[in-house]
């Protein structure tokens, strides 16, 4: 199935633009945080995602009908990267009766008395359905490591785990879309400054903000051996870059797009006779 | 907080219009599965109904931050009563991270092996969430009672068990709204038809279909006892006149609008010094 493009140069391929190369280390700070891709500026990028996102919710229904596959969508970035707003402006489009969002913060005693991966792996999509992760098994590599939750020991084993775990839903016909919303230092500061001014914001600032700001090299780092590591061709990263909050809304919507059209979601044969169906209605209707 | 009412009739009020009245026994023959209410016609409902679900989404975003308050939306109608149009359409409009929406099917054979309201607990909203419930516990006194898949002996205890469940849900400041999507048999019978002319829709086909038709008089007796004895003020019925789409939506969105205002979330005062945050952001500013 090839969809029109509403006149986007056809060469640009947003999968192939953003998508992690798996035989290069990535280096975060030569990634662009903003560009305009093949847009002429930000109301066709908006008139772009329109679009995609009601092909979206169609490929979606025909997914949830077909029964057969499901989608993970795993979203991470360091604070005010934009996850809550591309969930509220694409990925929250979806039908809520076939896709679910998880936050995940910090886990519960519940969850820390597992493995890392349980609470995960309840999360998984049922055949048909679609999950969006709002950070993820990452934080377990990332948030974990830099934070020095747990010692270097068991952090390091988990990239395999990850990997086995996430080959574990592709064997169930299960595609993992990773992005990683990629903002700047000076775009974040925008953001948080942007929250003082909002006393409606006022309940996201907390201290904390501040001090991840010095930590911005060690979690670089942790998100570039993330890349390596983990990065295969059925879950793969896409970097976004995400200064321009419409670049990012458009790019992830053609990327889940394509991924859905690839999906190729058909709708079941039927198993009922439509013309005697069609019969009795008939006959019900003229009595009615 | 009082809003617009985008020149309605400032009179019309949909909660007193469509709440089942509990001094008096309702006869679903003798209520309207049609109506325009205050609007001119198609448009201005459709209008009116994308103003109110903005409403609702800043009001759920408010509802959400305070983290006090949750809200139960039932949804209940016969087969094609438009329970997932208005998902679509209305109440999944509201952002995913604070809203879930539950398809309660036939019961799997752990959940049969646990009373009827155990997985039902396991779907209510935590402070601050939204459930929506596409079908219920009300199928445990309605498909149960008509199919017969249970004896009298058995259904007829659950009206009282099921207000003592709202009233426990009540008790942690979650308010239940149910509403009957109500369409007359010719207007289901359309809807059918119509599925019989779109291959798209043919996989919700099935025969069982035309013989729910037959106990339209069984289900109607059956919908009037829950009126009847699950009506408390914490969780009452709403009817709403169905055939006409737009009504319907437009009058759910009205009393959804309604019930969160009469919520009136409030923002959390601030526990962070602001002065403090925002010089130290022009601190970081001037060095980045």
């Excluded at 989608?71 to 896709?99: E, H, T, Y």
Aim: hydrophobic share 35%.
């Amino acid at each position: 199935m090839n969809l029109p493009t509403w006149d986007l140069d056809p060469k640009f391929d947003f999968c192939e633009e953003h998508r992690v190369d798996p035989d290069k280390k990535v280096s975060l700070k030569d990634t662009a945080t903003e560009m305009e891709g093949p847009f002429r500026g930000k109301a066709h990028g908006h008139a772009f995602t329109a679009k995609a996102v009601a092909e979206i919710q169609s490929l979606q229904y025909r997914t949830f009908v077909e029964g057969q596959q499901s989608l993970v969508i795993v979203l991470q970035a360091l604070d005010a990267g934009g996850k809550d707003g591309l969930i509220r402006k694409v990925l929250g489009q979806m039908n809520p009766q076939g896709c679910r969002t998880f936050p995940f913060k910090a886990p519960s005693s519940e969850e820390l008395d597992h493995d890392f991966l349980w609470r995960i792996h309840a999360a998984a999509p049922a055949a048909g359905k679609v999950s969006i992760f709002n950070r993820s098994h990452y934080e377990d590599v990332l948030a974990v490591r830099v934070e020095k939750l747990a010692p270097k020991s068991i952090w390091k084993e988990r990239y395999e785990l990850i990997n086995d775990f996430e080959a574990l839903l592709a064997h169930r016909s299960t595609r993992v879309l990773k992005f990683y919303l990629h903002i700047s230092p000076a775009e974040q500061l925008q953001r948080f400054k942007k929250r003082l001014d909002d006393p409606s914001k006022h309940w996201k600032l907390n201290a904390g903000d501040y001090a991840t700001r010095d930590q911005w090299e060690e979690y670089r780092e942790a998100y570039e051996d993330v890349f390596e590591k983990c990065n295969s061709k059925q879950a793969p990263w896409y970097i976004i870059p995400a200064d321009k909050k419409w670049y990012r809304d458009a790019s992830v919507a053609a990327i889940v797009r394509k991924t859905f059209q690839d999906m190729d979601p058909q709708l079941p044969a039927v198993d009922v006779d439509i013309d005697r169906i069609r019969k009795l209605y008939e006959r019900a209707e003229s009595s009615d």
